[in-house]
Structure formats: C-alpha cells, structure tokens
C-alpha cells in the first residue's frame, strides 16, 4: 500500500474556468484580470480603456472593429478604448490569458516619452511581439505576487515595445457621420439618464433627428445601437461603484438595472465573471 506521501495530488482539471480581477497599484487607474475561458463567450462590448492581452494557453478568437483574430499562445489580444470587440474560444480546450487594462492617459503618457503625438492605437488586434510579451508576463507575474516596484518597471517596458513595435498616432477621419453633434448629444443624454432612459423616439426628437437616422448615425460612430450602448454604460458605471464598496443590489438600482439578477447577467456576459466575484477581489487587495 502506497503511504500517503507518494499519492500524487490532483491533477487541475483544464476544463474548469476561473477568473479574477483586481487594481495594479504599478499603473494609475489600471485593472488585472488573469482567467481561464472555455465555454464563457463575450458579447459585443466596450472597455473605457485599452485591453492587453497576453495569452498563456489555448486560442481566443474575437472581433473587433477591423475584422476577426484569432491570437494563440504568446501572442497578445489588444484592442482600444471604446472599441468595440466580442471573445470567445477558438479551440475546444478554451484559452488562459493575464489582461492589462491601462488608461488611454497612462498609454499616451509612454507614447509620449518614446515621441509620439496624441493618443495611439495598434497596427493590429492580433499581435505577435515577443519581447513585449515577455515584458508584459512578467510584469503580471510580479503583480501577483505583489512586486510593485518591479510590476511597474516590466509593465511599462513591455506597453513601450508594444509601441514601438505596432504602434501608431490615431489618425481623425474626416468626415465619419453626418450628424456627429447630433449623436454625441444623444450618447450625454443617455450617459445622464441610466436610471430612466428615454424611448428611441424621444432621444431622437431631442437631438433633433429622426429614430432610423439617429440609431444608424450612432452605431456608425460607437459601435453600438443606443440600447446596447446605454447597457454597457450601466455595466461600466456598475464596475465604479463596486470597487468603492457598494453591494451588488445597490450597484444595480444605481445604474439602471432592474434587479441584482439583470445586473448580473449583462455584467457576466462581457467580463466573464458575476459582479459579486469581481467585487470580492477588487475589495481584497
């Protein structure tokens, strides 16, 4: 008979997802998120900030705003703040991944000491750039294990590597919409009133424009209708108010929600974990 000390422990089965977020002191204002996706699948969202990821295992797949990728180990899944993009896996097995979330202020702010002017965006969405990979793992690595110092120093090579690499100054497009005053008014008033959202008709007749035009105009210039927009909205300002204590049932009152379940289910479809979880983690640091 085997004595105890030789039964191997069990072994993690890879099919079990797992996920957490929390803030990265290295960086201001940024989130860490390191997970495991197998089934989990993202729909059509946004992030106010950039989404780096370095993936560690299996293969994701995502859209964005120029197309599809499919980004497997060692390559790096990023897209831009308000960018539109969904994700899921793109193998049986699913994928890992250790995300950075900076702030387009703390990207600019490299992008500036290494030249360039106003706020970049990416050659690519897919992006094969080891280096910046290797500086980016250990950087989150090192955050983990509560190495500021050091998390800082890597997280901020590898963001300039990746500039250097498939960086580019974000160029103005003339000329995107025809109506572009008319939809930022009507994105202000939606972000002001999440709690009682106007009808279509109503936003409409407010920025002066007809109901087809203005949901054409506003999914021309942010990716989304303006009921998707005014979720994701919600699920945003939901993020704010739970890192700073709030339970999930007052979160999902003081955003709109209908109840602690709708919260629920739109903030799990497009961060991959419930807001209770996110919630716990980001208060335990």
């Given at each position: 008979?085997?004595?105890?000390?030789?039964?191997?422990?069990?072994?993690?089965?890879?099919?079990?997802?797992?996920?957490?977020?929390?803030?990265?002191?290295?960086?201001?204002?940024?989130?860490?998120?390191?997970?495991?996706?197998?089934?989990?699948?993202?729909?059509?969202?946004?992030?106010?900030?950039?989404?780096?990821?370095?993936?560690?295992?299996?293969?994701?797949?995502?859209?964005?705003?120029?197309?599809?990728?499919?980004?497997?180990?060692?390559?790096?899944?990023?897209?831009?703040?308000?960018?539109?993009?969904?994700?899921?896996?793109?193998?049986?097995?699913?994928?890992?991944?250790?995300?950075?979330?900076p702030t387009p202020e703390t990207v600019t702010g490299v992008a500036r000491e290494l030249g360039m002017?106003?706020?970049?965006?990416?050659?690519?969405?897919?992006?094969?750039?080891?280096?910046?990979?290797?500086?980016?793992?250990?950087?989150?690595?090192?955050?983990?294990?509560?190495?500021?110092?050091?998390?800082?120093?890597?997280?901020?090579?590898?963001?300039?590597?990746?500039?250097?690499?498939?960086?580019?100054?974000?160029?103005?497009?003339?000329?995107?919409?025809?109506?572009?005053?008319?939809?930022?008014?009507?994105?202000?008033?939606?972000?002001?009133?999440?709690?009682?959202?106007?009808?279509?008709?109503?936003?409409?007749?407010?920025?002066?424009?007809?109901?087809?035009?203005?949901?054409?105009?506003?999914?021309?210039?942010?990716?989304?209708?303006?009921?998707?927009?005014?979720?994701?909205?919600?699920?945003?300002?939901?993020?704010?108010?739970?890192?700073?204590?709030?339970?999930?049932?007052?979160?999902?009152?003081?955003?709109?929600?209908?109840?602690?379940?709708?919260?629920?289910?739109?903030?799990?479809?497009?961060?991959?974990?419930?807001?209770?979880?996110?919630?716990?983690?980001?208060?335990?640091?």
């Amino acid at each position: 008979m085997s004595s105890p000390a030789s039964v191997h422990p069990p072994v993690e089965d890879p099919r079990v997802e797992h996920a957490r977020y929390w803030r990265f002191s290295g960086l201001p204002e940024t989130d860490l998120l390191t997970a495991r996706f197998v089934t989990t699948a993202f729909v059509r969202h946004t992030h106010p900030t950039y989404t780096i990821g370095l993936i560690t295992d299996g293969i994701e797949e995502f859209t964005h705003a120029h197309g599809r990728a499919r980004v497997g180990r060692g390559g790096l899944a990023v897209v831009g703040p308000e960018e539109v993009h969904t994700g899921h896996a793109g193998a049986p097995e699913g994928w890992s991944y250790r995300v950075f979330y900076p702030t387009p202020e703390t990207v600019t702010g490299v992008a500036r000491e290494l030249g360039m002017r106003g706020t970049p965006s990416f050659t690519e969405s897919g992006i094969d750039s080891p280096e910046a990979a290797r500086a980016l793992g250990r950087a989150h690595l090192a955050a983990e294990h509560g190495q500021v110092l050091a998390a800082s120093s890597h997280a901020r090579e590898g963001l300039a590597l990746l500039l250097r690499s498939h960086g580019r100054e974000r160029a103005t497009v003339p000329g995107r919409h025809t109506a572009r005053s008319e939809v930022e008014r009507a994105r202000e008033i939606l972000a002001a009133r999440l709690v009682d959202p106007p009808t279509l008709e109503e936003l409409a007749a407010r920025v002066g424009m007809g109901p087809f035009a203005l949901n054409r105009a506003f999914r021309a210039t942010y990716g989304l209708p303006p009921h998707a927009y005014l979720t994701q909205v919600r699920v945003d300002r939901a993020r704010v108010l739970l890192r700073s204590g709030r339970r999930v049932s007052e979160a999902a009152a003081e955003t709109g929600f209908a109840d602690q379940s709708h919260l629920t289910r739109h903030f799990k479809r497009r961060l991959g974990v419930p807001p209770g979880a996110y919630r716990r983690d980001m208060l335990a640091v």
